[in-house]
């Protein structure tokens, strides 16, 4: 089977809707024409003219807000391979002693394609979540001192550095705490692309609510008193994260209500009468609440 491209085609079925990312339009724009745009071209013609790709951007803000998703959508958008996802607490504590090894062999498998097809190689998406974690040791011998992040943010810098072998290579770092990041690896040739994910405002968190109770909807289980305009005001400082378990705290209101259970025939036929209301939504937002930061709306 052949494989997508590095400079991948847009996916001819792509539209932003179902890509069910509430509320980031603009940030998915941006990020997309900064950092994307210049994969589209057919192989081997980007390189032709001189088009540079982009090899690392940081995806910073509170937890909860989309990061991740946006980074698997426009993946999948853009035809790369599943993201491989790693995680900076974990490169620190599991992989003691062979971290370098680790991040070697995460790059390892482009790297072969690359040589391998060229320009016709596909996009290799590397996710490294937490991205801090690694960098708050550096230069500093302290804090646990055993000099690992060190080594994992070398072995970054030098496979960043790397153009030739990094065409295919796409990094994304995240973050919430974008002031603990090493400087180095934000200069331009490396994570160059910074774009802030924040708490979505109103219209994003009504988007938000819409997305992740599509099916209940779809399906005739939600209720007509559900106001989703009145549960985007009511529901300031949530995170996307936050507004998904708020609708799975009011689904589990709503069984509650209507299982009275028995058999398993009964069962169904209690969860096949089942609606959610407005008031199971309100029950939820007793017992979820907003745990980060504070937003824009808040601040002026
Ligand atoms: P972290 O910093 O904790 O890794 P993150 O910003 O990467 O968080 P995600 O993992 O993308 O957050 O979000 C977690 C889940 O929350 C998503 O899988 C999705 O269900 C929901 N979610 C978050 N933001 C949005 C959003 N903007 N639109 C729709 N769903 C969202």
Redesign the pocket.
Known sequence: TRRPAANSVIRPDFKFEDL?????DKEFSDIFRRAFASRIFPPGLAEKIGIQHVRGIL?Y??????????ARQIGKMLNAREPKVINGPEVLNKYVGQSEENIRKLFADAEKEQKEKGDESGLHIIIF??LDAVCKQRGSGAGGGTGVGDSVVNQLLSKLDGVDQLNNILLIG???RKDMIDEALLRSGRLEVHME?SL?DEA?RQ??LK??TTKMRENGKMASDVDLAELARSTRNF???E??GLVRSATSFALQRHIKGGTVAALKDDVAEMQIHMEDFLGALEEVHPLFGVSEEDLG
């Open positions: 069910g990312i509430g509320g980031l995806l803000g509170p937890p909860g807000t989309g990061k991740t998703l946006i979540d937490e995240m973050t919430n994910i979505p994003g988007q938000i997305i992740h995170s996307g994260a507004i998904s």
